[in-house]
């Protein structure tokens, strides 16, 4: 009852807060990316959680945003792909539509500020792009997809804001700025066309979303410039067409509109950096902030190599200076992805808590106490191998320095009864190196560092035998050349199903009083021969011993 009075509240448009309060109040937030945004042509049917984890993510937990909340974010940038949830007619599929609003109220339920837009739509391979070319049959679905969103949300209060497109390209596929991407590397008509595609859909956005009444007459919008474009270097002169051909769109309110954009630099030398932050600052400033209206990063970050040590140490150093900047310019910051990512998702883990932790400290000063986070859970996985030759991923993610991991650890329920089962190494040009095949419910594999080059992409679990097998897995730890152990990323990869339990909390119980020689494990994952009355895990599953 509580969450639909939060959420049908009706206020007027003096009550309803303005863009420039609502981005200060939103302080730091964060991206659930690669998940309502996942999308694969290969997919068909109602079922929402295939869509929502075919790009390697969990279906979210609604925890995941208390665990957020309670570290300090504010705000959540829901991204969602509708395109293949649309008839012949562009109706939304009713279960994803009730999906994204599951979610959504998740993220209010905890008092916290979401945004939600039409995400994978655009981009490379979208069919919403930024040219007159077809114009008309583009914007008619565009505008019938927020007609039914808004209408669907129209009674939300102001927590919830609608960002109209993500990274819109032209028909080109231009990065940077309109028209790049042509043999000329600018083509003025081409850009003039993009630019005006852009102003357009902003224009309809606002217009379609304040046509449907209720709290979408006052309600934040957010419009997104050419790719997000936030005009970042200086090595050509049209970087900043972007930011200056953006129109703030006519409105039938004031101070209700907000622009984005995107930035992911490299930080290689932090003072280069920074001077780079302070001119894409001053750069919104003057072309952005001076029409009218507050600027958000609906999506920042760096590069993706972020197992490097020095990397890492200088991200969190950039991090935390990038938020105070953006904070002491009025700018609004969402993080994308990275920070809980994976099956840390389901664990309520943070992947990157040095990451995190220095965006909590721009934002609110170094004497801020970072939370300690109780709801870490253990998780239970079990590996189905469909056929010979599948692999189950063990780690795959930012590239590891060679020279810094030895080797891998790697723990099942219980020894290998039947198949083979090795390791297989990729390395930095994707050359393989395999290693024997576990004998033990536990063993160490150590990396054949001549064969795998500078750096490793991605470790696996490979079955070596025909029909199917299945195994339960406990973990998989990175070990460090100083000997000290990392947590690796559980996954599907190739022909393996992964099905993942959370040992917390009992579902439901089933009597039995067979006896089994799987082995039992106590709550702190060691093995235990002669138990006594308790709760125990036994094959991936709670076992009640009275």
């Avoid at 395109?83 to 012949?88: G, M, R, V």
């Avoid at 019938?144 to 032209?170: G, P, T």
């Avoid at 999506?299 to 972020?306: A, F, I, M, Y």
Wanted: with cysteine; aromatic share 12%.
């Amino acid at each position: 009852m509580f969450l639909l009075l939060f959420c049908l509240l009706t206020v007027t448009a003096a009550d309803f807060e303005t863009a420039t309060q609502a981005v200060k109040n939103m302080k730091v937030g964060w991206n659930l990316g690669n998940t309502l945004d996942a999308n694969n042509p290969n997919l068909s049917g109602p079922e929402t959680s295939q869509y929502e984890t075919c790009w390697g993510q969990p279906v979210t937990p609604p925890e995941l945003f208390k665990v957020l909340k309670d570290a300090g974010f504010n705000a959540m940038r829901i991204p969602v792909t509708w395109y293949q949830h649309l008839d012949s007619n562009n109706n939304i599929d009713e279960a994803w539509m009730a999906r994204v609003e599951e979610v959504v109220n998740s993220v209010l339920a905890q008092g916290m500020y979401c945004i939600i837009n039409v995400h994978h739509d655009t981009g490379t391979e979208g069919w919403l792009m930024a040219t007159q070319t077809n114009f008309s049959t583009m914007n008619a679905r565009f505008v019938k997809i927020w007609q039914q969103v808004a209408e669907r949300f129209k009674n939300y209060d102001e927590h919830l804001l609608f960002e109209s497109y993500n990274e819109m390209l032209d028909e080109y596929d231009s990065w940077c700025f309109a028209s790049f991407a042509t043999s000329s590397r600018y083509n003025a008509t081409v850009a003039a066309n993009a630019y005006k595609a852009i102003n357009d859909y902003a224009q309809n956005f606002v217009n379609t979303v304040r046509a449907t009444g209720g709290n979408n007459a006052n309600r934040n919008l957010i419009v997104n410039t050419y790719a997000a474009c936030c005009g970042e270097g200086t090595w050509n002169v049209h970087l900043t067409d972007p930011l200056q051909e953006m129109k703030l769109p006519a409105d039938q309110v004031e101070n209700h509109l907000i622009f984005e954009v995107h930035s992911y630099p490299t930080v290689t030398n932090l003072a280069d950096t920074r001077k780079s932050v302070d001119d894409i600052i001053s750069k919104l400033k003057t072309h952005l902030v001076s029409k009218g209206a507050p600027v958000i990063f609906g999506e920042w970050g760096t590069s993706t190599d972020g197992a490097y040590t020095d990397y890492r140490s200088n991200m969190a150093e950039f991090a935390k200076f990038f938020v105070q900047k953006t904070k002491a310019a009025g700018i609004g910051t969402f993080y994308w992805m990275g920070l809980i990512d994976g099956m840390d998702r389901l664990k309520l883990k943070w992947s990157m808590p040095e990451i995190k932790n220095a965006i909590l400290k721009g934002w609110y000063g170094d004497d801020y106490v970072i939370p300690a986070n109780p709801m870490e859970r253990e998780l239970a996985y079990q590996a189905t191998y469909t056929y010979q030759w599948s692999e189950m991923s063990l780690y795959s993610g930012d590239a590891l320095r060679v020279s810094d991991y030895k080797g891998i650890r790697v723990v099942l329920d219980e020894k290998p009864a039947g198949g083979v089962l090795s390791l297989k190494v990729y390395g930095e040009t994707d050359g393989k190196e395999q290693y024997e095949g576990m004998a033990n419910a536990e063993q160490t594999f150590t990396f054949n560092k001549t064969k795998l080059g500078s750096s490793i992409r991605r470790v696996t679990l490979q079955f070596m035998q025909s029909g199917s097998y299945s195994i339960g897995i406990k973990g998989a730890y990175l070990i460090k050349a100083d000997g000290t152990e990392v947590e690796g990323k559980i996954g599907n990869f190739h022909g393996c199903n992964i099905e993942v339990q959370v040992l917390t909390g009992i579902s439901t119980v089933v009597r039995n009083d067979a006896t089994t020689s799987s082995p039992l494990y106590n709550l702190q994952g060691q093995r235990i021969q002669k138990p006594q009355r308790g709760i125990y895990i036994r094959n991936g599953k709670k076992y009640i011993i009275n």
